[in-house]
């Protein structure tokens, strides 16, 4: 059973910069697509961007665009979600999730396994 392991949640000020990183030790990633989600309080989990398994396509909700950048090495088996000019509305917790279908998609119900999250805090 493949187990998502995020890291690289924290406080930080509106503005600032946090990446998250997503890693499925003793697994390879390059089989799967990967998705981030996040779920404030009191709201429904939401996608936030998506990447295929060699990183070739990629998916962002209107939200983030131009914001977040979603990446991923193979070769470390991870994906990265770097996440600039925060604001306080992107206060969740920030899911990953993998896929065994080919498509980059930010609907949650295409998504196979789930990590535990990791908080993001925007505040000043």
């Known amino acids: 059973q493949l187990q998502l392991v995020e890291s690289g949640g924290g406080l930080v000020q509106p503005g600032g910069s946090l990446r998250l990183s997503c890693v499925a030790p003793g697994f390879a990633l390059d089989y799967y697509y990967i998705g981030w989600f996040r779920q404030a309080p009191g709201k429904e989990r939401e996608g936030v961007s998506c990447?295929?398994?060699?990183?070739?396509?990629?998916d962002y909700a209107n939200s983030v665009k131009g914001r977040f950048t979603i990446s991923r090495d193979n070769a470390k088996n991870t994906v990265y979600l770097q996440m600039n000019s925060l604001k306080p509305e992107d206060t969740a917790i920030y899911y990953c999730?993998?896929?065994?279908?080919?498509?980059?998609?930010?609907?949650?119900?295409?998504?196979?396994?789930w990590g535990q999250g990791t908080q993001v805090t925007v505040s000043s």
């Open positions: 999730a993998a896929s065994v279908r080919n498509m980059c998609s930010l609907a949650e119900q295409l998504y196979d396994f």
């Open positions: 990447v295929s398994n060699y990183g070739v396509s990629t």
